[in-house]
């Protein structure tokens, strides 16, 4: 992702996300079971709540983002979302247009 065309919202929840592990990451190691997996050590829930947040921050498919209209945080089906429901997208399109007149 281009950090450039990310808007100042979108750089702030990002700058958000990695101030929330303030230093203390979690470990891990590779098992090597039937295929190599993965295995995390938190040190505690939050940590592995942060981590978690962390990567759903990260998403191309499915990112967080701030909706347009009500500047709530919520998940997106796609990059190209801008609001998080059809009623925030109309009373910000009703919004515009009043402004317009």
């Given at each position: 992702m281009d950090y450039d065309k990310l808007?100042?919202?979108q750089r702030n929840i990002y700058q958000q996300a990695m101030?929330?592990?303030?230093?203390?990451t979690p470990t891990y190691h590779i098992a090597l079971y039937d295929t190599p997996t993965?295995?995390?050590d938190f040190h505690s829930l939050l940590l592995g709540i942060q981590l978690m947040f962390s990567?759903?921050?990260?998403?191309d498919e499915n990112p967080l983002c701030i909706c347009r209209?009500?500047?709530?945080?919520?998940?997106a089906k796609g990059r190209d979302q801008d609001f998080c429901g059809a009623a925030c997208r109309k009373q910000y399109d009703a919004r515009k247009k009043d402004d317009t007149l």
């Amino acid at each position: 992702m281009d950090y450039d065309k990310l808007s100042s919202d979108q750089r702030n929840i990002y700058q958000q996300a990695m101030a929330t592990l303030d230093g203390n990451t979690p470990t891990y190691h590779i098992a090597l079971y039937d295929t190599p997996t993965i295995v995390w050590d938190f040190h505690s829930l939050l940590l592995g709540i942060q981590l978690m947040f962390s990567f759903m921050l990260a998403d191309d498919e499915n990112p967080l983002c701030i909706c347009r209209n009500c500047a709530k945080v919520y998940v997106a089906k796609g990059r190209d979302q801008d609001f998080c429901g059809a009623a925030c997208r109309k009373q910000y399109d009703a919004r515009k247009k009043d402004d317009t007149l």
